[in-house]
Nanobody, 119 residues
Framework: QVQLTESGGGLAQPGGSLRLSCAAS????????MGWYRQAPGKERELVAT???????EYGDAVKGRFTISREKGKNQVFLQMNRLKPADTAVYFC?????????????WGQGTQVTVSS
């Protein structure tokens, strides 16, 4: 089992920035994919960004050009730098870590951290 601990959520003004962090409890488990999803009230969970071990990243259309995902090599940690925040970015942000062993895929989720963008 892998537990994920998120931090960095909170309140920001439109146009402001926040940085989210997520750390896995076990560094010995290979997490081929790490990333972030978010869920706003009344909406489905949506992709924010994911990143592979080699640094290749994928972003949701709503955040491209404003958010940057990164991870530390050799450490099961992932970060999300959020710039030019909009009220529409208000949501609970969930950290995802994916372990793939041959054809077995294990997804681990954090408990979520609230991000609120409001003036």
């Amino acid at each position: 089992q892998v537990q994920l601990t998120e931090s960095g959520g909170g309140l920001a003004q439109p146009g402001g920035s926040l940085r989210l962090s997520c750390a896995a409890s076990r560094s010995s488990v290979e997490l081929q994919v790490m990333g972030w999803y978010r869920q706003a009230p009344g909406k489905e969970r949506e992709l924010v960004a994911t990143i592979l071990e080699d640094g290749n990243a994928e972003y949701g259309d709503a955040v491209k050009g404003r958010f940057t995902i990164s991870r530390e090599k050799g450490k099961n940690q992932v970060f999300l730098q959020m710039n030019r925040l909009k009220p529409a970015d208000t949501a609970v942000y969930f950290c995802l870590a994916r372990n793939i062993v041959v054809i077995e895929v294990n997804d681990y989720w954090g408990q979520g951290t609230q991000v609120t963008v409001s003036s």
